[in-house]
């Protein structure tokens, strides 16, 4: 019932920069965290990303310095990724963490993914 809607996914030089979309939408009756994780063939997925709902965020240590997480707007979030190295490239999800009802009970929705290529 909940989707998420990611874009800006692409290809580019190393040095350069994209920025990921995500977009909430469905029965939500509240949102706990947003967040990116990544995936690159043979490896497990990462979290690359995070930001709670009073605007607390999380990165990955390879990420740190050069990625930032924000919101947009209460069901949006964006990653803007700088500096982009060819050990970015994988297929990047999002991931919401939220509640469905006022009793509290935990669900979670990913995203398709989007594939993000750094050529080097």
């Known amino acids: 019932q909940v989707q998420l809607v990611e874009s800006g996914g692409g290809l580019v030089q190393a040095g350069g920069s994209l920025r990921l979309s995500c977009a909430a939408s469905g029965s939500i009756f509240s949102m706990n965290v947003m967040g990116w994780y990544r995936q690159a063939p043979g490896k497990q997925r990462e979290l690359v990303a995070s930001?709670?709902?009073?605007?607390?965020t999380g990165y990955a240590d390879s990420v740190r310095g050069r990625f930032t997480i924000f919101r947009h707007n209460a069901s949006t979030v964006l990653l803007q990724m700088n500096r982009l190295k060819a050990e970015d490239t994988a297929v990047y999800y999002c991931?919401?963490?939220?509640?469905?009802?006022?009793?509290?009970?935990?669900?979670?929705?990913w995203g398709q993914g989007t594939q993000v290529t750094v050529s080097s």
């Open positions: 991931n919401l963490q939220y509640y469905s009802d006022m009793i509290g009970s935990p669900r979670a929705a």
């Open positions: 930001i709670s709902s009073r605007g607390h």
